[in-house]
């Protein structure tokens, strides 16, 4: 099942059209609609007068509602003729789905500035939901070369620009200080599972807390997440468009997870929120979004380490995913409302405002020169995660691409992690669901 194509060169072919059934299986809802304008172009916004008023539509990753408004607030002295109206969406990036979905049906309500996952984005894009943003970016002067390489990347195909990056994160390793202290273990994260495997016994025994490492949820976080531990082993959800969940490699990194929580008893995972899990005291360490560092920081009753996500036994390094948003521009509304919500957008990314957002939340800054002197010197973990972004890697193909693969990871995660499954059984299964819609919904466009 392998293929030559590229990440953005799916993309170039699945452009083509999406069949109703593909996006029926995502593990949201549906973007599905005509687009409304044509999307190869770049459009003209020459003459153009910006719309007096806007909505963004927000879930406020990180929590970042108060500097969303106090953003707006900066915006409205700066552009006193456009209104910005700040709209909670949904609580997550599937919710803003399902309304942004319901006004493309209703062809009415649309926003004019959406934020959008990086796993979310080109689905939108597929359906002709958001439009290239080159016209704009070169008529607003917005700076796109300064912006973190590898973040502003993600949103790039065939040479425009569809989103840019907003609320970006990779997963920390999170860990109790004073655990650590009081087991006789080094103030920093392991550097492999398997140094941890040697720690954990020594933390379950001197911490008091309930496990020594919890895995994320599994409906939110199965799939980014564990990606980490089965490159770690030198496996993957896939290898390109080969499906690799059942190799020896993947098998063998899920079942020392299924060990440390069925055999070892030093793991569990968690029901809902790790980073709460955590900061509560439940667990001596977890992983979870860099978003989540300042909301644990605030709440949390002890001192909080973070660091790089381990290694395993067969790759070292190079193990940690991206993740997090964007903001993409709807086609269906006015050159007006588009000119407005692009001028939004340029004062929402700017430098300053990176860093403020950065500030409150802990997501990376997505520009090159935000001033992060200030922020790192009041929150030095935040540089944690700004270190690791070298070592990132891209999602696998299976995760990011193949409609309703995250849930159908989620599913087997949970049985593996939770319902002890056999763990070569249930990554069989999986990888002939994969398959499936893999030949289904994918390998005809890229014959095309």
Not at 14 to 41: E, I, K
Not at 175 to 202: C, I, M, S, V
Request: neutral net charge.
């Amino acid at each position: 099942m392998s293929s030559t194509f590229d990440r953005r060169g799916f993309l170039a072919l699945a452009g083509l059209g999406a069949s109703a059934a593909a996006l029926a299986a995502c593990a949201g809802p549906s973007t599905g609609g005509p687009a409304a304008v044509a999307t190869n172009d770049s459009i003209d916004f020459s003459g153009v007068k910006p719309a007096a008023k806007i909505d963004f539509w927000t879930n406020h990753p990180g929590k970042s509602q108060d500097v969303e408004k106090a953003i707006i607030e900066k915006f409205q002295a700066k552009f006193p003729d456009i209104k910005v109206n700040l709209v909670t969406a949904g609580s997550n990036y599937e919710e803003i789905a399902q309304k942004f979905q319901t006004s493309q049906a209703a062809k009415s309500g649309l926003p004019g500035l959406v934020v959008l996952s990086d796993v979310w984005w080109f689905r939108y894009f597929i359906n002709g939901s958001i439009i290239p943003l080159d016209g704009l970016v070169k008529q607003l002067d917005i700076k796109v070369d300064d912006f973190q390489k590898s973040l502003v990347q993600d949103y790039q195909y065939d040479g425009k620009q569809w989103a840019l990056p907003y609320g970006r994160s990779t997963p920390l390793f999170y860990y109790n200080k004073d655990h650590f202290a009081a087991a006789g273990l080094p103030d920093r994260a392991p550097a492999t599972w398997q140094e941890f495997a040697e720690w954990a016994p020594k933390l379950k025994a001197s911490s008091g807390a309930q496990y020594a490492y919890l895995y994320p949820a599994l409906a939110g976080y199965a799939g980014w997440t564990l990606q980490n531990n089965l490159w770690g082993w030198g496996g993957g959800w896939s290898k390109g468009w080969d499906i690799t969940c059942d190799s020896t490699e993947s098998v063998a990194a899920l079942q020392w997870a299924q060990d440390s929580i069925f055999k070892d008893g030093w793991a569990g995972v968690s029901s809902k929120e790790a980073a709460d899990d955590f900061a509560a005291g439940v667990t001596s360490t977890t992983i979870s979004s860099t978003g989540s560092l300042l909301g644990v920081l605030k709440s949390a009753k002890f001192n909080v380490g973070v660091g790089f996500l381990p290694g395993g036994p067969a790759v070292a390094s190079g193990v940690c995913p991206t993740g997090g948003a964007g903001l993409g521009i709807p086609s269906g509304i006015s050159k007006e409302e588009q000119l407005a919500a692009a001028t939004f957008l340029k004062f929402m990314t700017e430098p300053e405002n990176t860093a403020q957002f950065s500030a409150a939340t802990g997501y990376m800054p997505s520009r090159v020169s935000a001033d992060m002197t200030a922020v790192l010197a009041k929150t030095p973990q935040i540089k944690t995660a700004m270190d690791q972004l070298p070592a990132t890697k891209v999602q696998d193909n299976a995760r990011v691409f193949l409609p309703g693969a995250d849930q159908e990871m989620a599913k087997a995660a949970a049985k593996i992690l939770t319902q002890k499954g056999d763990v070569k059984e249930t990554m069989t299964e999986l990888r002939k669901t994969l398959e499936g819609i893999y030949t289904k919904d994918v390998q005809p466009k890229l014959k095309k």
